[in-house]
C-alpha cells in the first residue's frame, strides 16, 4: 500500500464546475505539499501546509492532521486548470513521498 | 530571478551509455533534490545535497550518483543505462534541506533509453 494515496486518479469536469481532489497518507508529516504539474513535465508547487487552510485564488487547500487527510479544491475551474496535481507529504527529517497524481481535464 | 534550470531537457541514450544531467538551484538556495518520475508514476527520490555533501539516498542501484559544486548546483550522473531508466527527471531547489521547506522544481530532463 502507497505512503500517500490520492483521489481520483481520473477526473474531467465542466468549465465553471467545483472540483475536490482528495489526498490521505499513512506516515507521520511536518508538512504537506499540492503540486501542479502540466503536460511536458515541469512541477509548480502550490500551497505548502501543515495545519488549517490555505487559500489561492480559486484554489484552496485543506488538511486535517488528525485523520491524516488533505483535500484540494478548484473553484469555478477552467480549461487551464487541466494538469496532474500531485500530494508530497514531508515526513520529520525525510524525504519528500509523492502520490501518483490526479490527472484532471476541464473542458469549456 | 531565474527558477530552476534543467539541461538537457530532453536526452536519448543507447543501453549501456552513461549519462549526465544538470541542475542549477534559484540564487541563495543550498539544498538540492534529484527525483526520478516513471511515466504514470509520482515522482522517487533519488538524492538530496546541501552545502555540497550528500544528505539523503533513495532506493536506487549504485549506477546512480550525483555530486554537488562550490556553487550549490548539481549533477546527476547514470551509468550503464537501462531501458528502465527512461524517466523524467527533476530537480528541486530549497533554501534548507528540511523537509519541511517548500522546494522549487525545474522543467526536468526526459530521458529516453532505447
Known amino acids: 500500500k502507497n505512503e500517500v494515496e490520492q483521489s481520483p486518479q481520473n477526473l474531467t469536469a465542466q468549465e465553471g464546475e467545483f472540483i475536490t481532489i482528495n489526498c490521505s497518507y499513512s506516515?507521520?508529516?511536518?508538512?504537506l505539499h499540492w503540486l501542479q504539474q502540466h503536460p511536458g513535465g515541469g512541477i509548480v508547487s502550490l500551497f505548502m501546509?501543515?495545519?488549517g487552510k490555505k487559500k489561492h485564488g480559486r484554489l484552496i487547500a485543506t488538511i486535517n492532521i488528525q485523520e491524516k487527510h488533505s483535500s484540494l479544491h478548484i473553484t469555478a475551474s477552467h480549461p487551464r486548470d487541466s494538469a496532474v496535481y500531485i500530494c508530497?507529504?514531508?515526513?520529520?527529517?525525510?524525504?519528500?513521498?509523492f502520490g501518483t497524481g490526479t490527472r484532471l481535464q476541464v473542458f469549456p | 530571478d531565474a527558477g530552476v534550470t534543467q539541461s538537457p531537457t530532453h536526452l536519448i541514450k543507447t543501453r549501456g551509455q552513461q549519462v549526465t544531467l544538470r541542475c542549477s538551484p534559484i540564487?541563495?538556495?543550498?539544498?538540492v533534490s534529484w527525483y526520478q518520475q516513471v511515466l504514470g508514476q509520482g515522482p522517487q527520490f533519488i538524492f538530496q545535497?546541501?552545502?555540497?555533501?550528500?544528505?539523503g539516498r533513495g532506493n536506487f542501484p549504485d549506477r546512480f550518483s550525483a555530486r554537488q559544486f562550490p556553487n550549490y548546483s548539481s549533477e546527476l550522473n547514470v551509468n550503464a543505462l537501462l531501458l528502465g531508466d527512461s524517466a523524467l527527471y527533476l530537480c528541486?531547489?530549497?533554501?534548507?534541506?528540511?523537509?519541511?521547506?517548500?522546494?522549487?522544481f525545474g522543467q526536468g530532463t526526459r530521458l529516453t533509453v532505447v
Open positions: 506516515v507521520g508529516i511536518s508538512a
Open positions: 501546509l501543515s495545519s
Open positions: 508530497a507529504v514531508s515526513p520529520p527529517a525525510d524525504k519528500l513521498i
Open positions: 545535497y546541501y552545502e555540497k555533501e550528500e544528505r
Open positions: 540564487s541563495g538556495h543550498k539544498s
Open positions: 528541486a531547489s530549497s533554501i534548507l534541506p528540511e523537509a519541511n521547506t517548500e522546494a522549487f
